[in-house]
């Protein structure tokens, strides 16, 4: 059976974008995690300092790996894409030491957002924890760097279909019924491209269908998106980038100066009412 790629014209999502320079501010990240901001992006969030170390230590980290998701790059951590939670938590505690090794002497950025967001929440009686299972635990963030020719680097796609269909094993799959939130810490940027691009849609499951991304929502089709506006996030090191990652988003393809692109990504949501979870 054939899906029918452009049937209907996708549904136009009006969107909430924040932008703006200086210190990370918990209140607007609760914002986007009960879906009343649709994207934050935060200039100079922390120090090119720190952004330069932690690409250093990237590059030279011994548990460097490539990607063998159809895109091209190299990876630190652990990703619950397409893995049963097994293979997923027991993947995060070997990544572990890792991961930790990229913050190696520095003030982590990622786990002092983290930390802080898990003050506020407390005080409104929310837990913040991250993932987990009685194979392991979920770690801090996972350090992405890729290269991409043509138009997109990454092809568009929504982070809510992977969530959905994660499996019963993963405690995870209750907040893909509220707002996942993905976020992104970059310590390393290209001069030209590599930015977030965010279209202003949130497929429901019968718009995944028709494209054929109903577990993976990855990748949406351009005839698909078409006449959907979008908006263009452009990035430098230093940055923190916070969006609804049930709208499709895409990276767009990037210069060769030499310059990779470097992504500390996470995930987090609300299982429960009281209950929010952080994931890679």
């Given at each position: 059976m054939e899906t029918n790629q452009v049937s209907q014209a996708p549904a136009t999502s009006p969107v909430a974008i924040r932008e703006r320079t200086g210190s990370i501010s918990t209140a607007e990240i609760i914002s986007v995690l009960k879906g009343e901001i649709t994207a934050l992006h935060i200039r100079q969030a922390f120090s090119t300092e720190i952004a330069e170390e932690i690409t250093a230590n990237f590059s030279g980290s011994p548990g460097l790996k490539e990607r063998k998701d159809g895109v091209p790059g190299q990876y630190v951590g652990a990703s619950h894409y397409r893995k049963d939670a097994a293979s997923y938590f027991a993947e995060a505690e070997t990544a572990r030491p890792y991961v930790d090794a990229l913050f190696e002497n520095l003030v982590d950025p990622v786990r002092a957002l983290f930390d802080g967001l898990k003050r506020e929440l407390r005080k409104q009686g929310i837990?913040?924890?991250?993932?987990?299972s009685k194979h392991g635990q979920a770690n801090v963030c996972r350090a992405l760097s890729w290269s991409g020719g043509g138009t997109f680097s990454l092809d568009p796609h929504d982070d809510v279909a992977q969530v959905l269909c994660a499996g019963n094993d993963y405690e995870l799959s209750a907040v893909a019924h509220n707002?996942?939130?993905?976020?992104?810490?970059?310590?390393?940027?290209p001069e030209e491209g590599g930015n977030l691009r965010l279209w202003s849609h949130k497929p429901t499951?019968?718009?995944?269908?028709?494209q054929g991304v109903e577990t993976t929502g990855y990748p949406y089709s351009a005839a698909y998106l078409e006449?959907?506006?979008?908006?263009?996030f452009q990035l430098r090191a230093g940055d923190i980038g916070l969006i609804d990652g049930g709208f499709v988003h895409g990276v767009t393809?990037?210069?060769g100066n030499g310059k990779r692109r470097l992504v500390l990504n996470s995930f987090f949501g609300f299982a429960r009412p009281d209950l929010v979870l952080w994931w890679t």
């Open positions: 837990e913040l924890r991250l993932a987990r707002t996942v939130a993905a976020l992104n810490f970059y310590p390393s940027m499951v019968t718009d995944r269908r028709s006449g959907v506006p979008c908006r263009d393809g990037q210069s």
